[in-house]
């Protein structure tokens, strides 16, 4: 065996016990909170799909539709493909537009100098741009197939680690943003009624997540957020949202607060069926 398939194989193992305990916190064990969510101001322009907060402001990540994607949510598919992630103020003046390759993106991250565009459809994987809007690389997400690691709903930046919401891989996965191995594995959270997974934000030694469940419109749906210490991938709470909340998407933290988007696209839902689509928004937790 291989140092390589001897990682593999403990990454397998470690998903395995993960998920059992994960499992086992979800059916009770986990204390639950309720919060509700504020407007703050709109995005840009399209459909915001992706946030990332920094000392020079908030990063928004642009998601497009085009082909058979356009067709599905009944959107005038986009004549440029490039998607935008955008830096703005916090009263959504845009500061700065970084132009990406990125397809239908459902994740972003800022760090090391780099912008780091999720792609949730063909090409897929991340996609590493610098501030002049310069690709430094695309790399799938791994522990899958070279050309095609599957799709993500997050990415998060943390001392020079990516977080990757990997839906192939159903967990949180924690990959070195230089040499793209990848190092710890947090199982999705498994509670009643979660069944979609979204961004993630990092608060001191543990990660908020968000969640969801199946629906077919705004009115069935039941946003969540779950925490995990980020260590050992424990689940330490469970929040949901009160009736009438913003549909989150991303996820970031500025100052102790959660800061989330609200897309306007969620799959099975008719497009902008929320009431808040487009909007970024701040999330109180009681």
């Known amino acids: 065996m291989t140092k390589r398939e001897f ?74 493909l490039s998607e935008s992630a955008w830096l703005v103020d916090w009263n959504g003046k845009v500061l700065k537009t970084v132009k990406t390759p990125s397809r239908n993106t459902s994740g972003m991250a800022v760090g090391g100098g780099y912008v780091w565009m999720a792609a949730n459809a063909p090409p897929q994987g991340i996609f590493q741009v610098d501030m ?23 990415v998060m930046w943390h001392e020079g680690k990516l977080w990757i919401s990997a839906l192939r891989l159903r967990a949180l996965l924690r990959v070195d943003a230089k040499t793209w191995e990848p190092e710890f594995m947090i199982p999705f959270y498994r509670g009643p009624n979660v069944a979609r997974y979204h961004a993630a934000a990092w608060d001191n030694g543990a990660i908020w997540q968000v969640t969801g469940n199946n629906s077919k419109n705004y ?68």
């Not at 403990?10 to 305990?21: M, N």
């Not at 009770?28 to 000392?55: D, L, Q, W, Y």
């Not at 791994?142 to 709903?153: I, K, Q, R, S, T």
Request: net charge negative; charged share 20%.
């Open 132 to 154: 002049n809007s310069k690709v430094i690389s695309h790399r799938q997400i791994p522990l899958g197939p070279a050309d095609n690691g599957g799709g993500c709903h997050g």
């Open 7 to 80: 990682m593999l194989a403990g990454l397998g193992t470690g998903l395995a016990l993960g998920g059992g305990r994960a499992m086992a916190q979800g059916e009770g064990s986990a204390p639950r909170r309720i919060a509700k969510t504020t407007k703050m101001f709109k995005c840009p322009s399209g459909f915001p799909n992706a946030i990332e907060v920094t000392p020079e402001g908030l990063w928004i990540g642009e998601q497009k539709m085009s082909g058979a994607q356009a067709e599905r949510y009944g959107v005038t598919p986009a004549k440029d």
């Open 219 to 286: 009115a069935e749906g039941r946003p969540g957020l779950v925490k995990y210490d980020a260590a050992t991938g424990d689940v330490l709470e469970v929040v949901d949202f009160e009736p009438g909340s913003c549909d989150p998407h991303g996820l970031s933290m500025h100052n102790g607060t959660l800061i989330s988007c609200d897309a306007g696209i969620h799959p099975n839902w008719p497009t902008n069926d929320s009431p808040t689509a487009g909007w970024i928004f701040r999330i109180d937790i009681a």
